[in-house]
């Protein structure tokens, strides 16, 4: 059972990044996939949220109407596409899998303690 993250990097303020969240050993169906990130010296916080089931989505105020995430079943993999990024969504990015109800994500994105399956991390780097 593992998540691999993918597509981060460095990148100037107002630019855009994708990142992948392919899972292998289990198929995301009927789980809610979460991206969580971690700056350094803070803790780690919530980003955004799909059920990937219904397709329901939940996002921190701090990304809305810049982040989308998405999924593709038949790939077993979520996306977040990050666009107008700025200086402050420098961070690792993960992602998380949590085996839990279709309507989860409609509510809220979670804890990070509440989710089973997590990857490695990817970094973000945004420049000014």
């Known amino acids: 059972v593992q998540l691999v993250e993918s597509g981060g990097g460095l990148v100037q303020a107002g630019g855009s990044l994708r990142l992948s969240c392919t899972a292998t050993g289990f198929t995301l169906d009927y789980y809610a996939i979460g991206w969580f990130r971690q700056a350094p010296g803070k803790e780690r916080e919530g980003v955004s949220c799909?059920?990937?089931?219904?397709?329901?989505?939940n996002y921190a105020d701090s990304v809305k109407g810049r982040f989308t995430i998405s999924r593709d079943n038949a790939k077993n993999t979520v996306y977040l596409q990050m666009n107008s990024l700025k200086p402050e969504d420098t961070a690792v990015y993960y992602c998380?899998?949590?085996?839990?109800?279709?309507?989860?994500?409609?509510?809220?994105?979670?804890?990070?303690?509440?989710?089973?399956?997590w990857g490695q991390g990817t970094q973000v780097t945004v420049s000014s």
């Open positions: 998380a899998a949590y085996n839990v109800g279709p309507l989860f994500c409609l509510s809220r994105i979670g804890e990070p303690y509440e989710y089973h399956y």
């Open positions: 799909i059920s990937t089931s219904i397709g329901s989505t």
